[in-house]
């Protein structure tokens, strides 16, 4: 399950709920294109900011709207104990797998963060995906954690925050990771930019924003990445530059969040408040951006 | 209200939840001492950790326990709704005042940070505290944007993150922020090993952890620095030296709460998992840092 596209979609909501509608919406493109799992309430799910109940919900959706594409449900919370409920509640509703940050307030230890996974781990019968993302939980792991939290019983994949750019450095790391790791762990690639480089490089997945709204696209570059097609996954990611430059410009969120409004996919606005879409210059931007993309590739 | 100590207690708690016997013992230490005011729900009081019924109830309870002195109740949330939620609640329950931080998962914008502000101050009849915390939010504001959310309507404080070590300096970067300032809003410093250099710097109040457990040490510092005695200050901090150390080392939460269960205040654990009180190690260093102190100063 924790290979190729893992495609995250967009949670759309306003200040009063999930709009369920534009949801199951985005779901329906995924399972179209067949990507290879659904990565449900990761950080462009906007997980962090919904209630249990809420993620209960959307869980549920995903699961019914799945079309037998294995769904992972991100569980992620600040305390414990809402982890182990949210670990309950995507099991108990059809979850294939979970993903599980250790997203922080106060600034967390190795011990603890390694007691978290631990603890969650033990009460899961579906496989977890360590997710590893720093700019959002602020929290650095070192490659000897990673090793041992990989060990631990129901671990099948690390979802590593990039690659270096420069291939041959991004394949001496990928390696240099996997030496550590337990040869059931997978190792998928996130940060859209260093998506293509990171299969190339020999990671097994890419977890990705962008296929969450663009899954053909996504679909492309991972297929040629996998099939050894380096140059050309290489080349059709280069395609997307404007783009990639866009994600670290605004942040992947604001970015996709805006073409869906923008594209009629969902309503405007469809992120939970405090964030904001991107605002009018920067639409401007997009907005030329996605006209150019469009005689390039079938973007529509 | 926003002036003089303002001490944070702890929220005593393990995973079933709220230790309120030994909220309550905190609280009369506080009360006893007769403290400015009172920070109930900072991050010392681990607010981010519980859920909203669990804040109401600890709000309830500071009210209760007050003894006359204004209590001022943190009402950070990631999300908008629920800062509006808790901002409701905070006054219904009998707040004297309210605290609120730009709490981030998603990188907040000067944008999304000031629209945060400004709607939560429209439904406010209570003073709000600005917290500026980058350690925990994630969030750094720029002086700019401190003097346009300060002209807010119910703005009346900024708790900023600390102040450079040298007085001079100090003195320098408090004058600059106050003339961005409206004249009814104060600052006051946060970061404990600062709270001697804020005040002798000018600052109005100091927001303290070690006064949620220690108050009167706090209060000696404070009444020194507020009536210009500003040596007597500064060495009463510098005897707390190889505390404000340790703070710095393991996190100041992590410090007061393992010193409150070793006191016996509190039972030990007493924080949220996945947050851990300190090592064996940890502990016998700070057993012999409090039993130096205890010749030094008036500490238990």
Same mark, same amino acid.
């Given at each position: ?28 493109? #995924? %399972?179209?294109?067949? *990507?290879? +799992?659904?990565?449900?309430?990761? !950080?462009?799910?906007?997980? @962090?900011? &919904? ?56 600034? #967390? %230890?190795?011990?603890? *963060?390694? +007691?978290?996974?631990?603890?969650? !781990?033990?009460?899961?019968? @579906?496989? &977890? ?172």
């Amino acid at each position: 399950m924790f290979t190729g596209l893992s495609a995250f979609p967009l949670t759309p909501m306003n200040e009063t709920g999930i709009d369920e509608v534009a949801f199951t919406r985005l779901l329906k493109r #995924l %399972t179209s294109a067949k *990507v290879d +799992s659904i990565g449900v309430l990761g !950080s462009t799910g906007s997980y @962090v900011y &919904l209630s249990r109940e809420e993620r209960l919900r959307v869980t549920q959706l995903a699961v019914e709207y799945s079309e037998g594409i294995p769904i992972v449900i991100g569980i992620s919370a600040l305390r414990t104990r809402e982890v182990r409920q949210l670990a309950e509640d995507a099991q108990k509703a059809g979850a294939s797998g979970v993903l599980l940050a250790p997203v922080s307030y106060q600034q #967390l %230890t190795d011990i603890e *963060v390694y +007691s978290l996974y631990e603890m969650v !781990s033990k009460s899961l019968s @579906v496989p &977890l995906c360590v997710y590893d993302n720093p700019t959002t939980t602020h929290f650095r792991f070192s490659d000897e954690l990673h090793g041992k939290i990989a060990s631990l019983q129901q671990v099948r994949s690390i979802k590593i925050p990039g690659v270096p750019n420069e291939l041959d450095t991004a394949k001496e790391r990928v390696k240099q990771l996997r030496t550590l790791l337990p040869r059931d762990v997978t190792i998928g690639v996130s940060g859209d930019p260093y998506g293509a480089t990171g299969l190339n490089a020999g990671c097994d997945a890419w977890y990705s924003v962008l296929g969450g709204l663009y899954p053909d696209i996504c679909l492309g570059i991972t297929r040629a990445a996998l099939a050894g097609l380096s140059e050309s996954a290489d080349n059709q990611s280069k395609r997307l530059e404007p783009l990639w430059q866009m994600f670290q410009k605004y942040g992947s969120l604001r970015v996709v969040a805006t073409i869906a409004g923008m594209q009629g996919l969902t309503d405007t606005p469809n992120l939970p408040l405090p964030l904001q879409g991107l605002d009018e210059v920067a639409r401007q931007e997009l907005k030329n951006i996605l006209s150019i993309l469009k005689n390039e590739i079938s973007l529509p």
